[in-house]
């Protein structure tokens, strides 16, 4: 069974757990019918106890002997490229017979652009302004 961990890095303000909260739901609608959304968990690296070994474990307690760990992050930093797959081989440590995936950070991505552009167009107060 093949369960989806997305990780972002956590903040010392709650209100970002919630929007993450809402990210989350958005993809289980958009998942709904083509995965199990019972599988999708999220956990943060800092600042949470729902931190990345929980929300493994969350997974792993479920059945789950395949994750695919999706970073909400938009640049492979230390936290990409170090942080994380140590805390993820410290874990198959324990749970040797799970395998563990790591994805791609949000990187440059087209649609993160057109997010910006929106924003943009927001805050001038007028939609055309900037097409």
Do not use: W
């Not at 919630?18 to 999708?40: H, R, S, Y």
């Amino acid at each position: 069974m093949t369960g989806i961990l997305i990780l972002a890095h956590g903040s010392r303000q709650s209100e970002t757990e919630n929007t993450l909260q809402k990210i989350i739901e958005m993809v289980k609608e958009e998942l709904k019918f083509g995965l199990n959304t019972n599988l999708i968990e999220y956990a943060f690296l800092q600042f949470s106890a729902n931190n990345l070994e929980t929300g493994l474990k969350k997974l792993v307690d479920r059945g789950v002997t395949e994750i695919k760990v999706i970073p909400y992050f938009l640049f492979a930093g230390v936290h990409i490229l170090e942080d994380i797959p140590a805390e993820i081989d410290e874990f198959l440590k324990e749970y040797p017979n799970v395998k563990i995936s790591f994805g791609q950070t949000l990187g440059a991505d087209k649609r993160l652009a057109q997010i910006v552009v929106d924003r943009i167009k927001e805050m001038s107060g007028d939609a055309k302004c900037c097409s």
